[in-house]
């Protein structure tokens, strides 16, 4: 693995270079502000080390802009090694207050005064939008402060020519996802994580009891954690300050909830946003939605405020990647603003770091309270975005059955299969399809035990509330399995039209894609292949050409950065030890480039990176030199095939043998538990969207197509993420795409982060620049982005 130089694969996408960028003789500031949030260290820490790789100078701002007004020392020089070991720390290790004497004119001029006779005039700000509309006003006055110090005499007028113009740019560190202008916020998945825990957690107890839970959660007046929550558990009842329930919901909810126990259902869930009013904008609070189900069903109902539990633990591997990809690209943000540049937050727009103006952020953000004040709802709705949107759209459709008198029936059957490996989430999709396509008028069939079962027939009806509860559960119900179809070609055709199967949605890994090939090469010879076909791709190895992302990858990457957490604490009272650490994934690296990404390991080695005996050398002296002057604890990742030759075994024994005297090692092969456990609040809610958004794709195929048969490439396709958008990539398009003997896609989105991983783990790297300086504006056109 040649640390310095670019990846072989990915070096053609390569634009700019880090080299054409330089910090000499620039400073940078970073302070956490408001509220914390898990990831923020994460942020700091990418923050630190990309400034001083580049040559600057990078300060601490410790307690917010309460620290910047204090000054003394409340602003540090940072160093590489004051930023170890808090990638996995929850809150701000740089501490985080509400200051009101930085509102004033006079606080602000102090701490002007303070980062000037440090030269910082770049600042990284994390906060949520009030701590960045300060930074922006801090931003606008800074030239004319300046003057005021000089007229004061505390500065001269030379400091007042070199340091004329502050850079400020912004990232958003918040639990609520309540600014727009970026899918996720800082904080936001590793709060769904709590939620989600305690919620799985409950759920065991109110099923012992029959009973109702109410369950609130924070937000502020925003919705996006209730909303998500009740998504990933299958809630009946959501309160959100965005979406008041209608006039006469006390009677609608009561009703659901009896209905509930008709159907033999043991618990309900209630979720309640803090911020949830009614359509007059009164308050509705848990207690009152308990009051009113104890007195109207006599149910035994229990409240739960999660409160700041919600802040609290370690972030998630997407806050952490997020954080340091956010960190990273603020800090050229800052390199490359002049002075004609506004400030910006940079942001995630699906799979991409981007930057947008902070004021038209800000703006649109404070337009969602104005909406709500004045009771557009609707309006509130869409300017948090489609993703919020299309989440609230789908809650509503999957959560509340139609009475059967208002679903129009199509005639059509639809059927959903799983195939290859199990992932978690699997049974999120199933659920989320199921109910999807029973509420468009399909009758929905279930195959068992993937393509072996349907050969065998193992094929039955399956109803809305065969689904319940299916979203917190791991694994596959329905049954998966790796055989592909091409031997059943006959069976499974003489099934379809046994069962008059019009449409199938599959839900699998790289076994899938091939199937999903062989049932369309299979059309000439059978008639009843010649139906829409989709795949959604779920496995933890995340390798099916056509999407960015698949369901089950997100819980393995979890259980990945858990697992690495865990090894390095162990080691706490050891002093130098080096684990290495295999991980699945096949011939693709994704889960190790992204689990050493999110648990700051010191190397990676993937197969789409090719290395010899030399790289491997280069990477112990590496650690040897780290491990003498800064750390106590390595990291090594190895993706499971990344070399036919250079196994676990062998690195271990290398690196055990390398560095006697120095360190000692341990190694630790993951196995199957990647594949295991509870989804994580991404995979469950990415799973039920994507595949009712498969679903809403079969549906207009079928209505378009009534009673005729498809023969077209584009009836056939892998529905995935590409970016910043949900795409319909038809099989035959994706051939040539792909690398079948390796099973993997030709390209891959993720080689380019890892100049980053390096970057932050000391090595020499180029890194991929961003494609321009220019702002992008806030979209709200495009299709489900990729954050949940």
Request: charged fraction near 25%.
């Amino acid at each position: 693995m040649a640390h310095d130089d670019v990846p072989s694969i990915a070096r053609t996408s390569f634009r700019k270079f880090l080299e054409h960028l330089s910090g000499d003789g620039k400073a940078i500031g970073v302070l956490t502000s408001g509220g914390d949030a898990q990831g923020m260290n994460a942020a700091v820490r990418a923050v630190v080390r990309m400034g001083i790789y580049v040559g600057a100078k990078v300060y601490f701002i410790r307690e917010g802009y309460q620290g910047m007004v204090d000054g003394s020392k409340n602003i540090v020089e940072a160093d590489w090694e004051s930023v170890s070991n808090i990638l996995q720390v929850g809150g701000t290790v740089i501490g985080s207050a509400r200051c009101k004497d930085f509102r004033s004119r006079e606080g602000r001029l102090k701490a002007a005064h303070n980062l000037v006779q440090r030269g910082i005039t770049n600042l990284c700000v994390i906060g949520g939008d009030g701590s960045l509309t300060g930074a922006n006003i801090f931003r606008e006055e800074w030239s004319q402060l300046l003057e005021e110090l000089a007229a004061q005499g505390k500065i001269d007028k030379e400091a007042v020519k070199e340091h004329g113009h502050l850079n400020v740019v912004g990232m958003v560190g918040s639990i609520d996802n309540d600014f727009c202008g970026t899918d996720m916020t800082i904080g936001t998945d590793s709060a769904l994580h709590r939620i989600i825990e305690v919620i799985d957690a409950i759920m065991t107890t109110a099923q012992s009891h029959q009973r109702t839970f109410v369950l609130e959660v924070m937000g502020r007046h925003c919705g996006y954690l209730a909303l998500v929550s009740a998504l990933a558990c299958g809630a009946d009842w959501v309160f959100l300050p965005e979406s008041p329930p209608e006039d006469g919901w006390q009677e609608t909810m009561c009703t659901k909830l009896l209905e509930n126990r008709a159907q033999k259902k043991r618990l309900n869930i209630i979720i309640v946003a803090e911020g949830a009013i009614d359509s007059q904008n009164k308050p509705i609070s848990s207690e009152q939605i308990k009051e009113l189900v104890v007195q109207q069903l006599g149910y035994d109902t229990r409240v739960t405020i999660l409160g700041h539990v919600q802040r609290g633990g370690t972030p998630s591997a997407f806050d952490r990647i997020l954080a340091s990809r956010l960190g990273v690209e603020a800090v050229v943000a800052l390199l490359q603003a002049t002075p004609k540049t506004p400030a910006c937050v940079v942001s995630l727009s699906g799979n991409q770091a981007v930057r947008v103006p902070l004021m038209e952020c800000v703006q649109m953000t404070q337009g969602v309270q104005k909406a709500m004040d004045e009771r557009r709802f609707k309006d509130a709705v869409q300017l948090r975005g489609r993703s919020f949107e299309g989440n609230l759209n789908i809650y509503k459709q999957l959560a509340i059955k139609l009475p059967d008198s208002q679903i129009e029936k199509t005639g059509f059957n639809v059927a959903v299969i799983n195939v290859g490996a199990p992932a978690a989430g699997m049974n999120a999709a199933v659920r989320s399809s199921v109910r999807f396509g029973i509420s468009e008028g399909h009758k929905m069939f279930a195959i068992y035990d993937g393509f072996e079962g349907f050969a065998k027939g193992q094929i039955k009806e399956i109803g809305w509330s065969d689904v319940g509860g299916w979203t917190g559960q791991g694994g596959s119900i329905l049954g998966t399995k790796r055989l592909l179809p091409g031997k059943q070609l006959e069976e499974i055709a003489a099934q379809m039209c046994a069962h008059n199967i019009n449409a199938l949605l599959m839900i699998g890994g790289f076994e899938a894609y091939l199937g999903l090939l062989e049932l369309s090469a299979a059309r000439e010879q059978h008639e009843e292949f010649r139906v829409p076909m989709v795949m959604v791709p779920a496995t933890v190895s995340n390798n099916v050409p056509g999407s960015d992302f698949s369901i089950g990858a997100d819980t393995a990457l979890n259980t990945i950065t858990d697992t690495c957490d865990r090894i390095k604490q162990s080691a706490s009272g050891t002093k130098r030890r080096v684990f290495i650490i295999e991980t699945m994934g096949g011939y693709c690296g994704y889960l190790a480039n992204m689990g050493a990404l999110a648990a700051g390991a010191d190397a990676a080695y993937i197969f789409e990176e090719p290395f010899d005996i030399r790289d491997l050398q280069s990477n112990v002296e590496h650690l040897t030199e780290k491990m003498k002057t800064t750390i106590q604890r390595g990291l090594v990742l190895r993706n499971e095939s990344c070399s036919e030759n250079y196994t676990t075994d062998f690195i271990y024994q290398l690196y055990s043998e390398e560095g006697k005297g120095v360190f000692d090692c341990r190694k630790n092969v993951l196995g199957h538990m990647q594949q295991g456990g509870a989804p994580s609040p991404f995979d469950r809610n990415f799973g039920t969207k994507i595949s009712a958004r498969a679903m809403q794709w079969l549906s207009m195929k079928l209505k378009e197509g009534r009673g005729k048969k498809f023969v077209n490439d584009d009836s056939v396709c892998v529905l995935g993420i590409c970016k910043r958008k949900l795409c319909f990539r038809p099989v035959a398009e994706l051939k040539k795409e792909t690398d079948f003997e390796h099973r993997i896609p030709k390209e891959q989105w993720w080689l380019k982060l890892r100049p980053l991983m390096k970057i932050l783990a000391k090595y020499k790297a180029s890194l991929e620049l961003s494609d321009s300086t220019q702002l992008e504006h806030i979209r709200h056109d495009q299709e489900e982005p990729a954050a949940i």
